[in-house]
């Protein structure tokens, strides 16, 4: 197993941005966990990375491997109405004046249960601006012959029934994760509605796919073509699992990402619009989501959750 950096260097008091780290392995299978966010930050299988992530000295950035919660993706202006009153979040991405990716993916999970193959996380979201509820989340990752499997489980602890959805933002790669990089790769994705979306990222209605760039559901080279929206309507395998897979232009190796039927939304993002110039179009975006963006206001697959219920939803990621 790859040896990484503690949360904090021996004999001085610098900590590391993400927090502790922890490993988890079996075969050939790696991957590598933080302490903020319970996030996922590598993925390695027999020495090829799986995910464009980042490195144990650096900061989180474009939500790489991190889990959203109790909403994915954008509230528009950060402000929505639950059963009569009008609630302000956070604006946490002000440039387009809304809150985006939920409440816990900076905050410091703790760990229940950590073995070599396996790492249970958990957090309690306390009621805080715009969110007046009691979460109590939990996330599950088991790495083995068939890849990593993520589960995520929120509990509602309020008096309230409460508004949730869940997502997850890992970008796949072919292993190359440079700038350009998936240009070249072969993509499929298993949708056949896209949602456009207005200069704030939010929907503005659904549209099918066919004829247009988004039409993705035969496997086919990206190329230059920007995406960066919800897909619906996906085509499930028998298995009920839908699948995006991004492979190399030589069909020599690839990755897969896989969602159960908790997930009825995949957004898609090819990373044109990250800060850091590098890391453009490096690895691609593949968010699964409960819910579709901005569900806090217009309801689309969100979730009640009633006093004491839970919600579970599993994800995974395997090489090809």
């Known amino acids: 197993m790859t040896k990484e950096p503690s949360y904090r260097d021996p004999g001085t008091d610098r900590r590391l941005p993400s ?37 144990p000295e650096a900061m989180c950035t ?8 109790p909403w994915p993706n954008r509230i528009g202006s950060g402000s929505y109405t639950w059963e009569g009153r009008r609630l302000q979040l956070d604006l946490s991405e002000p440039d387009k004046g809304g809150a985006i990716h939920g409440l816990t993916r900076w905050r410091n999970w703790a760990v229940l249960h950590h073995t070599e ?3 249970s996380f958990a957090y309690t979201l306390h009621a805080c601006q715009g969110w007046p509820w009691v979460l109590d989340c939990r996330l599950d990752y088991r790495i083995g012959e068939g890849g990593l499997r993520v589960r995520t489980t929120s509990v509602n602890r309020s008096l309230e029934p409460c508004p949730y959805g869940t997502g997850a933002h890992p970008y796949l790669s072919t292993g190359v994760g440079r700038r350009g990089s998936i240009d070249s790769a072969l993509v499929q994705v298993p949708g056949h509605t896209f949602l456009p ?41 028998g298995d009920g699992r839908a ?28 990373g044109d619009t990250l800060p850091e110039q590098e890391r453009h179009r490096s690895g691609l975006g593949v968010e699964p989501m409960t819910c579709a963006p901005d569900a806090f206001n217009s309801g689309e697959g969100l979730t009640t959750l009633e006093p004491g219920q839970s919600h579970s939803a599993e994800w995974g990621i395997r090489p090809l």
């Open 19 to 55: 927090g502790r780290q922890y490993a988890i392995a079996s075969g050939g299978h790696e991957v590598i966990l933080t302490e903020v966010g319970g996030a996922l930050r590598t993925y390695q299988h027999d020495g090829r990375s799986l995910l464009d992530g980042y490195g």
């Open 62 to 69: 474009g939500a790489r491997g991190q889990s959203l919660i």
């Open 117 to 119: 193959d396996a790492i």
């Open 197 to 237: 979306v207005d200069e704030r990222g939010i929907p503005t209605g659904h549209e099918q796919v066919d004829g247009t760039a988004y039409d993705l559901r035969e496997l086919q080279q990206l190329g230059g073509r920007h995406v960066d929206v919800a897909y619906t309507g996906l085509v499930r395998d």
């Open 243 to 270: 699948r995006v897979k991004l492979l190399r232009p030589d069909h020599s190796g690839g990755v897969e990402l896989w969602v159960d039927e908790a997930y009825p939304y995949l957004e898609i993002f090819t």
